[in-house]
């Protein structure tokens, strides 16, 4: 089992920035490719970035590339988001998961473990 809380949401205007941390427990950590998703009101859960066990690789959702830098410290078990220029349509709760895929990927099923989420509005 890996167990997984997000923090650092809140409200921001748009343009400005946030970084969520995603912290890790259970499992060794750096065994485990880890995501980010987001799923909005009235919306599906859809991925926005995910990086490979060791850093050196990291995939981005289109609408987020530019903007988002997703990385991690396999020291401090923590997974980050750094999210800049936010625009009111990144209003979502933010989801880190843990996955054991040899490759990192953007399919939600192929997840393994999930935290509660994090809530972040972005006011226009």
């Known amino acids: 089992q890996v167990q997984l809380i997000e923090s650092g949401g809140g409200l921001v205007q748009a343009g400005g920035s946030l970084r969520l941390s995603c912290a890790a427990s259970?499992?060794?950590?750096?065994?485990?490719?880890m995501g980010w998703f987001r799923q909005a009101p009235g919306k599906e859960r859809e991925f926005v970035t995910a990086?490979?066990?060791?850093?050196?690789?990291?995939v981005y959702a289109d609408s987020v590339k530019g903007r988002f830098t997703i990385s991690r410290d396999n020291a401090k078990n923590t997974v980050y988001l750094q999210m800049n220029m936010l625009k009111p349509e990144d209003t979502a709760v933010y989801y880190c998961a843990a996955d054991r895929a040899i490759l990192i990927h953007n399919s939600i099923s192929g997840y393994d473990y999930w935290g509660q989420g994090t809530q972040v509005t972005v006011s226009s």
């Open positions: 259970g499992r060794t950590f750096s065994n485990y490719n």
């Open positions: 990086i490979s066990r060791s850093g050196g690789s990291t």
